[in-house]
């Protein structure tokens, strides 16, 4: 599939709910069970004692392409899109910063992983307390972010999935920032279809998950894409950003609108 020419960046945010759902059957490690014969089945480093939902928190995923043409300007011009990206996560940790200032009793979580070819782990699911947020602001450095390869939606999106099922908060939010569409198997969006057919049966052996509604959304540049239409028929909520500030602008919305349901719970 071949990228679209003027994309700045899309992002996808999956927010995962944890509810006291029945307990789904017990399996050896962590399965969603999809459609088409697609499975997503979580790897042997998934560790079955932190999947936990007790803690009252948000867990978020932040992943970002690396693909070969986040090299490359946005149609209007600037900076490197994986510059841009970059900078827009920089300024959505000094949010986070300030959230975790305000409510000392929220627990607030995030990984950052990047992907082209695959996918890496930047930064592993840490905690924003002050040593925390020292580890995510060095991760944020751009030269982690150099771009080569493709764009692997659907691998990013089962890194995303696993890290947030044993998140150990009762909000999980998955954010992939890209600037194109998949071109690496699997399907981004069987995998999606996935995730939403087994919000209750992420299980392990020695410990069940119970997740409930799972929501997702996109902000980028082409959201006329025909990806991301089909992202938006399963109930993606879906914005434009034409540069930096309005991806940061829409990030933060995202993630203040998950922090409100949370709140009233």
Do not use: W
Not at 5 to 11: R, V, Y
């Amino acid at each position: 599939m071949k990228k679209a020419p003027i994309l700045l960046s899309a992002t996808i945010a999956l927010l995962a709910l944890a509810s006291c759902a029945p307990s789904a059957p017990k399996l050896d490690m962590g399965i969603f069970q999809g459609t088409d014969g697609y499975v997503l089945q979580f790897g042997k480093d998934f560790k079955a004692g932190m999947n936990s939902v007790d803690d009252v928190g948000i867990s978020v995923a932040i992943i970002l392409d690396v693909s070969g043409s986040m090299s490359n300007p946005p149609g209007s011009g600037g900076e490197p899109k994986y510059l841009q990206a970059s900078k827009a996560i920089a300024t959505i940790t000094s949010y986070l910063e300030g959230l975790t200032r305000r409510q000392k009793d929220l627990k607030v979580q995030v990984t950052l992983l990047k992907f082209s070819n695959g996918v890496d782990t930047v930064l592993p699911m840490t905690q924003l307390t002050p040593a925390g947020i020292a580890k995510l602001k060095g991760a944020e450095d751009p030269a982690n972010f150099q771009p080569n390869g493709n764009t692997a939606i659907g691998a990013a999106l089962e890194a995303g999935a696993q890290a947030l099922a044993q998140s150990g908060t009762i909000f999980n939010s998955l954010i992939i920032i890209t600037d194109g569409e998949n071109n690496v198997e699997p399907d981004p969006l069987k995998v999606m279809d996935a995730i939403y057919a087994n919000r209750n049966n992420a299980s392990t052996k020695d410990f069940q998950i119970a997740t409930s509604t799972q929501l997702v959304s996109i902000v980028g540049f082409d959201v006329s894409s025909p990806q991301f239409a089909k992202f938006h028929d399963r109930g993606a909520r879906i914005s434009a950003a034409g540069n930096q500030a309005e991806l940061e602008e829409g990030l933060r919305s995202l993630l203040e609108a998950d922090i409100t349901k949370l709140e009233g719970r």
